[in-house]
């Protein structure tokens, strides 16, 4: 009964919007993908604990995807809500299913509008993005500052669904975001 709790638990990326009209942010390039909010992440990590009786890292296996990545979103926000679960001790074991999803999706299209829209979420989570200018190429990038340095070198390229960070040198996709996050947040041994 618990793992079908764990299973249902609902990480559309809409719910993560409190009232908000995503008409007012025309802006934004996916209004289905908003930016986590804290509230969103405080109450899924919340359920997540409340659903695993205290084994969160035991009971990756049995998370989607998406809400994989929410909880990484969850768990690197320094507010200290993990709710009795270490969060160095959930880093390494998100870090390693993470990636074992990943190789595992290899045959998924890796630039596809919901892995567009996913990273979008992830990165904005972070950073406010905003539409790099007007011309086609420039719609098609997104900038902000970088989560990981501070710098306002960062771009989110939504055509090859990648991110980089001119200044401190990192990139990657939604996967490599998440495992930086992790890495940045709680280092550990590779």
């Not at 270490?86 to 993470?98: C, K, N, V, Y």
């Not at 960062?154 to 040198?169: A, E, Y």
Request: net charge neutral.
């Amino acid at each position: 009964m618990e793992d079908h709790l764990i299973l249902t638990i609902n990480v559309h990326p809409t719910d993560s919007l409190e009232n908000a009209n995503p008409a007012a942010t025309p802006q934004y390039p996916y209004n289905h993908y908003p930016p986590y909010s804290r509230q969103y992440l405080r109450n899924l990590l919340e359920r997540l604990c409340d659903v695993s009786g205290g084994d969160l890292a035991g009971r990756l296996p049995s998370l989607t995807e998406p809400a994989l990545y929410a909880l990484a979103a969850a768990v690197t926000l320094n507010d200290g809500f993990i709710l009795g679960i270490r969060r160095d001790a959930l880093a390494a074991p998100l870090r390693d299913e993470l990636r074992w999803r990943a190789c595992r999706a290899m045959g998924t299209d890796p630039t596809g509008p919901t892995r567009r829209g996913r990273l979008v979420q992830m990165v904005g989570t972070f950073t406010t993005l905003t539409v790099a200018g007007v011309s086609e190429s420039q719609r098609q990038k997104l900038v902000g500052t970088c989560p990981f340095c501070g710098s306002t070198e960062f771009q989110l390229i939504l055509s090859s669904v990648h991110w980089r960070c001119f200044t401190c040198g990192h990139d990657g996709g939604l996967l490599e975001f998440a495992e930086r996050l992790l890495e940045t947040r709680f280092p550990f041994a590779s």
